[in-house]
């Protein structure tokens, strides 16, 4: 398959949320939001799994321009499909400089 990626602004982190699976083995999972700027739909909710890939959203702030490469997985439980969008990369991108507007004067030349 194909590396999905997406770019937008990072809007809002949730907080990691944590749990022990029916093994026994700890888990631990974090939420984020980005608004890609699309019409309709713009925003975007990733899941990240495990301490390692938690770490890589810490060094964004909300507000942040940033790109999201992803996997989307699809699970059926008692006939119903629940789909999983789980980012495995986040990188930074350069934000564009304001423009500046021309200084003009009010000389009549």
């Known amino acids: 398959m194909e590396n999905l ?3 937008g602004k ?3 982190k949730l907080e990691v949320e944590t749990g ?3 093994a026994g083995k700890e888990w631990q999972k974090q939420s984020f939001v980005i608004d890609t700027g699309a019409q309709y739909n713009p925003e975007i909710c990733f899941q990240l799994f495990g301490e390692e890939k938690i770490q890589m959203l810490e060094k964004h702030k909300e507000g942040n321009t940033i790109e999201v490469l992803f996997n989307i997985s699809s699970r059926e439980y008692q006939g119903r499909y629940f789909h999983n969008v789980d980012a495995w990369a986040i990188n930074p991108l350069k934000e564009s400089a304001p423009v500046e507007e021309p200084v003009t004067d009010d000389l009549p030349f």
Do not use: Q, Y
């Open 5 to 7: 990626k997406i770019t």
């Open 10 to 12: 990072l809007v809002k």
């Open 20 to 22: 022990t699976s029916k």
